[in-house]
């Protein structure tokens, strides 16, 4: 039986009579959330809800869709950015599920998180503690809290297949004209070519023209043990059979970037957040005996790591590098007003 979320990945994806059934039969429910999302939009926009303004300055890294854009990543690249230029950054966010704030502290160990439903409180908490300006990872539709600027993400390994509806029926959280209060939208791609970041870009300059864009890769680094912490070049993957074990917003993506490599792969998928047990490790153990290597994500390998067991195939995750193919200027602006806008020190 799948899960609840296995079963809206394939409403949302499939191509079929089935997938196109699912999505007709909770198109109802799409236009309520679609119409109750404008709404509440209008209300904001109107002034008629309050926005509270953050102790410090901030900015947001958002999502029109649910998962798989690589927000994260990109939240954790613009918190980098800000402590190479002498900032003291802190991500701020709602901390669903358990990896994420985990991923951020692999990623920068010297950038702390704040987590809380209430994100003003957790700015003023971060703020108190040093931080003289936040990152915001996941803000997008959290229109309460004022900020500086708002990076949005649109991933474009999915865009050709996905549904464009709105929440149950497709995987948007807002339609891609919402992008006309974003002040840089992020294209991202993992295994996707020029075509589908082409498809992308014109859809976005149909439904919030003049909105800045920027084209970011987020391509495989190096394997990482996570045992030791070892490194070895992406080169390796060249014709070793693979365990692919993942638990992310995009399992296909991540795939196909291994195959890419040369890997030849097999997988286990589980939905995004999935918290693994110890009975997920013995199947993935039992998996991995006729294989060279379990790979994983960052993401997938912060939750696996605690449980993984020493005598068991080697457990290796995938780093990566975020890097601009178009509009890094137009991130660096952001930057620099955001630094601007930092409280004096006392």
Not at 57 to 65: E, F
Not at 66 to 79: F, I, R, S
Not at 216 to 226: E, P, T
Request: overall charge negative.
């Amino acid at each position: 039986m799948p899960s609840p979320a296995e079963l809206a990945e394939f409403i949302w994806y499939d191509a079929g009579i089935r997938g196109s059934a699912g999505r007709a039969l909770l198109a109802p429910l799409s236009w309520a959330f679609a119409g109750g999302a404008a709404v509440r939009s209008r209300l904001y926009e109107r002034g008629l809800l309050e926005v509270v303004s953050p102790a410090v300055p901030a900015l947001g890294v958002g999502n029109l869709t649910v998962g798989g854009t690589g927000k994260t990543p990109m939240a954790a690249e613009v918190a980098r950015r800000l402590r190479l230029a002498g900032a003291r950054p802190a991500i701020v966010m709602r901390g669903y599920g358990s990896d994420e704030p985990l991923v951020h502290a692999a990623l920068n160990p010297d950038v702390p998180v704040f987590i809380g439903v209430d994100r003003a409180a957790a700015v003023d908490e971060a703020a108190a503690s040093g931080a003289d300006l936040v990152v915001l990872d996941d803000a997008f539709q959290h229109r309460r809290l004022a900020r500086q600027a708002d990076i949005v993400l649109v991933s474009a390994d999915r865009w050709q297949h996905g549904s464009r509806r709105s929440l149950p029926a497709g995987p948007f959280r807002e339609p891609l004209g919402a992008l006309r209060r974003a002040d840089l939208a992020v294209v991202t791609r993992k295994a996707a070519g020029s075509a589908d970041v082409d498809a992308v870009l014109a859809a976005i300059e149909a439904s919030a023209p003049g909105c800045p864009v920027a084209v970011v890769a987020l391509a495989f680094d190096s394997l990482v043990s996570v045992a030791n912490g070892e490194h070895r070049p992406i080169a390796d993957l060249q014709g070793l059979r693979v365990l692919a074990a993942t638990a992310i917003g995009d399992p296909g993506a991540f795939v196909r970037q291994l195959i890419s490599h040369g890997a030849e792969v097999k997988s286990m998928v589980w939905p995004d957040h999935h918290a693994f047990d110890d009975g997920d490790v013995t199947r993935l153990e039992m998996a991995g005996r006729d294989v060279d290597l379990v790979v994983c994500t960052l993401k997938d390998a912060v939750k696996l790591a605690p449980r993984w067991p020493p005598a068991a195939a080697g457990l290796w995750y995938v780093s990566q590098t975020v890097s601009f193919e178009r509009g890094e200027e137009q991130l660096q602006q952001i930057l620099t007003a955001l630094l601007q806008a930092r409280p004096p020190l006392p």
